[in-house]
């Protein structure tokens, strides 16, 4: 059923990615999503090349490694991920590399208390969704289904928990590149005073529409919306590939219709038709935020535009601007 077809999804569109790229096999930082390249980038500036493993346009809960990823990820200097939690795609790769190439963002000691728990309760009911069947998804052992974990991993949207990614990656390097040190110091002080920067004016920018409530399409942004104080009224899904329960569209479409919600979410790569039917007739607006920075390109100073773009989708629904 939906499971099958989310399959043959992933097949054509790896095959599709496999036919048209091709990728040299010298040693780099390789993230597994954007926005960690996005912080490696912003470290192993003119020291290493950093690449991404998730082309854009793939969802972070859902991919099948392509043979040149697992080449890829076993020539890389260094392998910055989420933690299995998220990325399962990449447990068995990274369990292959030496401890210090391997670098599980969620396993970090300072990272652990400022996770917060992952919503899970409703869509588990509403698609009659239970692990024994999850498990027989599994088989082919390369092909990953969504992952119900117990804390929301979406770390990289939390500015603090940026920071500490930032602080490992240069640690990690430090080990890799001791030759580097001057340069990998430097790029971690501008990294922070950058990030510092960037979280004032965003802080600054959201002030006024903390109190505004409204719906995001999946249950990505729970760290930002604390870090600046938003007001989200829910989600549509825990995860963009699967169709939200008829509950919880009830839910929302009641939410919109008392005016409580001036604006719904959606995403570049998720433009469903639930969010049209949900707010026919109601005056909410309508947005996109991105959470993968699908259109920023690696550069140092990546993150703190991914950040800064995601503040500005904020605040242009929010305001009506
Ligand atoms: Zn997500």
């Known amino acids: 059923m939906l499971h099958n077809k989310k399959c043959l999804i992933f097949t054509l569109t790896a095959a599709a990615f ?3 790229s091709t990728f040299p096999a010298h040693s780099a930082v390789v993230a597994s999503i954007k926005p960690l390249g996005f912080i490696a980038a912003a470290i192993a500036d003119g020291i290493t090349p950093v690449e991404v493993l998730l082309p854009d346009g793939a969802s972070e809960h859902d991919y099948a490694l392509r043979p040149s990823d697992v080449k890829r990820i076993k020539n890389a200097d260094l392998v910055v991920w989420t933690g299995p939690e998220m ?15 391997n670098l599980e963002i969620a396993a970090l000691p300072g990272i652990k208390p400022l996770l917060i728990s992952g919503d899970d309760e409703d869509e588990e009911h509403e698609h009659g969704h239970d692990h024994g069947s999850e498990n027989s998804e599994v088989q082919d052992g390369s092909h990953a289904q969504h992952h119900h974990g117990q804390f929301n991993m979406h770390l990289w949207m939390s500015p603090d928990m940026a920071l500490q990614s930032a602080v490992a990656i240069h640690g990690k390097l430090l080990e890799l590149m001791p030759q580097s040190k001057a340069k990998l110091d430097a ?18 920018q959201l002030a006024p529409v903390r109190n505004k409530g409204y719906f ?24 963009p590939e699967i169709q939200p329960g008829a509950q919880r569209l009830h839910q929302i479409r009641t939410q919109l219709v008392e005016q409580k919600a001036v604006c719904v979410f959606a995403e570049p790569q998720f433009r469903p038709a639930v969010i049209d039917a949900v707010s026919r007739g109601t005056s909410v607006r309508k947005g996109t935020l991105d959470p993968l920075g699908m259109d920023i390109s690696l550069s140092k100073d990546s993150y703190v535009k991914f950040l800064s773009q995601l503040s500005s989708q904020y605040a242009s629904c929010l305001n009506g601007a």
Do not use: C, M, R, W
Not at 187 to 204: C, P, S
């Open 216 to 239: 995001v399409f999946h249950d990505a942004y729970s760290y930002f919306e604390k870090h600046y104080g938003l007001s989200p009224l829910g989600h549509f899904t825990v995860n």
């Open 187 to 204: 790029n971690l002080q501008e990294f922070k005073a950058e990030l510092a920067d960037a979280d004032k004016h965003i802080g600054a």
């Open 18 to 20: 496999a036919a048209t």
């Open 87 to 101: 990325e399962a795609f990449l447990t068995k790769s990274a369990a292959e590399l030496p401890a210090n190439k």
